[in-house]
């Protein structure tokens, strides 16, 4: 504890921080930061509270959403912008309780899939335009919606793009309502996944290597990623 010398204001390093409150030790944070963020493929809780050699799995658990979530404020901090690929994609979650006794729904309405909006920052390549994908990728956005309307997609794009950018999306009818939001919104349409992954090369990649992640941490995802906490995970 600190207290101030004038007026006998007491305070902690923790106070005020993700850390506040916390009973739990501040090597465990510190070791906490780095093992989530300095690894591409991530660390499970699982394996944090084994480094840790900590008895009990829920305060581990706690502290490890809490990292998370204040990784997704500071990514909010920042707005796209230049050239952007956007589509979405599509996680397994636990179906929500309010849905368990609902008709199965299949596809992209499923109760068992989490949509994911991704935007990702894919300038084109000047200096070798024919070397690598042919774009430069940038910062990238993943934000879980409710649906596909257009309405939605729009509310998000207007919170995280800048105004100036331009969007290249494929031809859905739930990018109508961008061209009114951004500079330009150019809808291409694909015939097939190979074109995919030539036209929008960088959204694709995002949401795969997504879920690569989401699979070395959880082995089974259909199983870990818990309705309620699926938008910390992106």
Same mark, same amino acid.
């Given at each position: ?21 916390? /009973? ?41 959403? +809490? @990292?998370?979530?204040?990784? !997704? ?15 979405? !994609? ?9 849905? /368990? ?13 989490? /949509? ?15 070397? !690598? +994908?042919?774009?430069?990728? !940038? ?5 879980? @919606? ?74 089974? @995802? ?13």
């Amino acid at each position: 504890m600190y207290e101030c010398s004038l007026c006998g204001f007491r305070t902690s390093l923790k106070s005020g921080t993700v850390m506040h409150k916390s /009973k739990l030790p501040f090597r465990y944070w510190l070791l906490a930061f780095h093992l989530v963020t300095a690894t591409k493929k991530g660390f499970s809780t699982k394996e944090i509270q084994r480094q840790l050699s900590h008895k009990r799995y829920q305060p581990i658990w706690c502290m490890v959403h +809490k @990292i998370r979530a204040c990784m !997704g404020a500071r990514d909010d901090e920042y707005i796209l912008c230049g050239t952007l690929e956007l589509d979405e !994609g599509f996680f397994s979650v636990e179906v929500a309780e309010d849905q /368990k006794n609902e008709p199965k729904k299949r596809g992209r309405g499923s109760q068992s899939k989490a /949509k994911v909006l991704v935007m990702v920052e894919s300038q084109p390549e000047t200096e070798h335009p024919d070397k !690598g +994908k042919g774009r430069k990728v !940038g910062y990238l956005k993943m934000k879980v @919606i409710e649906n596909l309307k257009s309405d939605t997609i729009a509310q998000h794009v207007k919170e995280h793009v800048s105004p100036q950018a331009q969007l290249d999306t494929d031809d859905s009818t739930s990018y109508v309502a961008l061209k009114d939001i951004v500079a330009e919104h150019r809808a291409v349409k694909v015939s097939n996944k190979k074109q995919v992954g030539k036209v929008f090369p960088w959204v694709h990649i995002a949401i795969a290597n997504a879920k690569r992640w989401l699979l070395a941490n959880h082995h089974d @995802i259909k199983c870990a990623i818990s309705h309620k906490n699926k938008f910390r995970y992106v």
